[in-house]
């Protein structure tokens, strides 16, 4: 009996020794939560602002060609499979393309509002035509307007596609030179004008003529000489 009842004290003490302990390891937990608590960031409004448009300035953007070098990066990952690869260099040709087109686009439009026009030449010859006196006069008035709009022009020689490949290409720089003269004596800074010639690489026109003076007849458009903005 005595046996007894020894057991049943300590089995008490030991189960209100156990309940100290888990109430001593509630107490510090819930101090240490409360700790932390403390560090923990406060919201003022529980309501969306919206930015202004001052503080948008203050914002970073990234460009196009950032965007593209980013991309190209993750393109180069080894963790993407072939097809993730492909997916992504394909939108950054795109992003890049899309660059080239607007410029390309911005371009034609500027060309289009100074409106140079284009020059004809006689076989063989690299002097200006009578009949292409005012056309020549119309250009130098487009470039001096392409020079205020902080322009260059580049004056672009063509030739037929009769004789050599470097006959042509002579003569096709010479017919650009002539125009570039006339501008020059018109007073467009020489250093806003760059002349290239094509030979007969860009042609308008083909002739399968076996007449030499039918084909020189019909190969007549491709001699010319053509003035773009630069």
Not at 135 to 161: I, N, P, Y
Not at 173 to 187: D, L, P, T
Not at 193 to 218: F, H, M, N
């Amino acid at each position: 009996m005595n046996k007894i009842c020894g057991l049943s004290l300590l089995l008490v003490l030991f189960t209100a020794g156990c309940g100290k302990k888990k109430a001593d390891i509630k107490k510090a937990d819930s101090k240490k939560i409360a700790s932390l608590d403390k560090n923990l960031a406060v919201f003022t409004s529980d309501k969306e602002e919206l930015v202004d448009n001052e503080s948008v300035n203050d914002f970073a953007f990234i460009d196009d060609e950032d965007l593209a070098g980013e991309m190209n990066l993750v393109a180069s990952a080894e963790y993407l499979d072939k097809a993730s690869k492909n997916k992504v260099k394909e939108l950054v040709s795109a992003v890049s393309g899309s660059n080239e087109l607007l410029a390309t686009a911005d371009e034609a439009a500027l060309d289009s509002v100074l409106g140079f026009k284009r020059v004809q030449f006689d076989f063989n010859k690299n002097s200006i035509r009578k009949d292409q006196l005012q056309v020549v006069a119309a250009d130098v008035e487009a470039a001096k307007k392409a020079v205020q709009h902080g322009k260059k022009v580049a004056v672009q020689g063509h030739t037929c596609q009769i004789g050599s490949a470097g006959y042509n290409m002579s003569l096709s720089q010479q017919r650009a030179e002539s125009i570039k003269q006339k501008m020059v004596a018109a007073g467009v800074p020489s250093e806003f004008v760059k002349t290239v010639g094509y030979g007969y690489e860009q042609p308008l026109v083909w002739s399968d003529a076996t007449i030499r003076t039918e084909k020189i007849k019909e190969l007549s458009p491709n001699r010319r000489a053509e003035v773009i903005a630069d």
